[in-house]
């Protein structure tokens, strides 16, 4: 199976190495493709919206006219930025700041403050304990009815998840995954569970 | 459970965030936006480019922290700002004021004639020029949390940088070839420990984030950098010393963004006007990345 990282701007080859490690570990054969055009996109059954700048990350996937094909990735996982990303509603949004609006969730930009007040913790998480680092990280300040909570930080959600399963067209099955931390940067937990639904995911396409 | 701050893994973080992205040198909140609307990643804030710095002469210190502020409260991407080498009250300042990264410049007139900041000392994250594995890697043991070639600011000459970047990837491919013993040698040599060297043997890169700076003046410099194998570009005079800043700040995120696709960079490069004026290096009165080694 494809599986894309969205490769214009951020922390992608932790990404990349984060799928290949977790694919192997499941024993799937995986090809991880970075985008950064229409083109990289075909075929890709699942797509990771690495960490970066929110609105650099927008604004060339703007460019490149791939906000419409973004839509159409069955499965797309979204951390810190990506989470931004892919929430229907943000905080300190700029003027001209865009989202793909998929996902039912209400996030804060830089939620945490300036870099100074980022910070690492150990959290509780489905999948387990997991170091979560926050850097300039966004807040999720709500959740909407068929997001499940994945990850709690004080009572506040830091990963959750959405299946949007439309069975009067089986074309229209979606499955968001989103974190305000990067799993990519200490566990391959997150990764795993993605690439677990996107295989998955096939029967659907 | 609790919340820690300053780490070494949240310093590179930032960093690792800022991968393939360009930082753009600002002098003003106006100045900033334009950076943020163009896909910046960050800013640089600065009373004066590197350009002018040059051309004027006299000390080049801090910022007016009422400069930084202002650039601060217009924009919503990182601010970073510059400390003179081994001026750690600057980076005190910077600390307080918030900044989200601190450069401690070869471009500012050095404070102390030996000694860098102690960056491990801090919860703000560094980042420092280097010209060659060994003060790369001194600058790592220090503290810092990313690297960038110093290059030869203010000149829009790409050649210093290019030497540097080179200077670094050959080194690292020759350590991988060396003894234990050759390579406790060098560690002296470098003055840092042998563990470092050893991790960086075995990556085949740096420890930390890498980026190019000093001298690019245009779309295709930064995509050269970038081929050479950096993780993202810093462009200082570049931009503002461009006759059309907006086209070329979106050019050099385009470029950065796409740089291994040549139709791409052509698209970025066409109508941008004249870039910054440059200058010879080997005619320059001051060379700037000789400072802080």
New interface residues.
């Given amino acids: 199976m494809r599986i894309g990282v969205l490769a214009l701007q951020g922390n992608v080859s932790e990404h990349v190495n984060a799928t290949k490690k977790a694919a192997s570990a499941l024993g799937l054969e995986c090809n991880v493709i970075e985008v950064r055009t229409k083109r990289d996109l075909k075929g890709v059954i699942g797509l990771i919206i690495p960490g970066g700048e929110s609105t650099t990350l927008q604004k060339l996937c703007e460019r490149e006219g791939l906000f419409e094909e973004i839509e159409k990735v069955p499965n797309i996982f979204g951390t810190c930025a990506g989470a931004i990303m892919l929430a229907k509603k943000i905080h300190k949004k700029e003027s001209d700041q865009r989202t793909l609006e998929l996902m039912d969730i209400e996030v804060d930009r830089n939620g945490y403050g300036r870099q100074v007040q980022s910070f690492e913790k150990n959290v509780e998480t489905k999948f387990g304990k997991v170091r979560a680092f926050f850097i300039r990280a966004p807040r999720i300040k709500s959740i909407g009815k068929g997001v499940s909570i994945i990850a709690n930080n004080n009572g506040e959600t830091i990963a959750c998840q959405q299946i949007i399963n439309d069975k009067t067209n089986d074309k229209k099955f979606h499955f968001y995954l989103a974190t305000c931390f990067h799993p990519e940067l200490s566990t391959t937990k997150f990764h795993e569970e993605f690439l677990r639904v996107c295989s998955g995911a096939h029967l659907y396409c | ?7 070494f ?2 310093k590179s ?2 960093a ?6 360009v930082i753009m040198d600002v002098t003003n909140a106006e100045q900033a936006i334009i950076a ?7 800013v640089m804030a600065l009373e004066r480019v590197p350009a002018d710095i040059r051309a004027q002469g006299g000390v080049a210190r801090m910022s007016d922290p009422q400069k930084i502020k202002e650039i601060q409260s217009s924009v ?3 601010v970073m700002a510059k400390c003179r080498i081994g001026h750690f009250v600057e980076a005190q300042l910077l ?1 307080a004021l ?4 601190i450069d401690e410049s070869e471009v500012l007139t050095p404070a102390d004639p030996t000694l860098h900041v102690d960056k491990k000392n801090f ?3 560094f980042v420092c020029g280097a010209r060659n594995l060994g003060e790369a890697l001194r600058r790592i043991n220090e503290g810092a949390a990313m690297i960038r070639s110093k290059g030869e600011a203010g000149t829009g000459n790409i050649i210093e940088a290019i030497r540097h970047i080179r200077a670094i990837n050959d080194e690292i491919f020759s350590l991988k070839n060396l003894s234990s013993e050759k390579l406790v040698s060098l560690a002296k040599d470098y003055r840092v420990p042998v563990t470092l060297m050893e991790e960086t043997a075995k990556l085949g890169r740096l420890t930390v984030v890498n980026f190019a700076a000093g001298g690019i003046a245009t779309p295709a410099d930064a995509a050269l950098c970038m081929q050479l194998g950096v993780d993202g570009v810093f462009v200082g005079s570049g931009i503002f010393k461009s006759s059309n800043p907006a086209k070329m700040a979106k050019a050099m ?2 470029a ?3 740089f291994n ?1 040549p139709k791409k960079l052509v698209e970025a490069s066409v109508g941008l006007g004249d870039a910054m004026p440059g200058l010879e290096i080997s005619l320059l009165e001051t060379k700037l990345s000789e400072r802080g080694i």
Avoid: R, W
């Avoid at chain 2, 690792?16 to 992205?21: H, I, P, Q, R, V």
């Avoid at chain 2, 943020?36 to 960050?42: D, E, L, N």
């Avoid at chain 2, 918030?98 to 990264?101: K, L, M, Q, R, T």
């Fill in positions: 459970m609790s919340n820690e701050i300053g780490t893994n949240i973080g930032l690792k965030m800022l991968k393939g992205g943020q609307k163009a896909g910046a990643v960050a919503t991407i990182p600390e918030e900044v989200d990264f919860t703000v994250p995120v385009d950065v963004a796409h696709d």
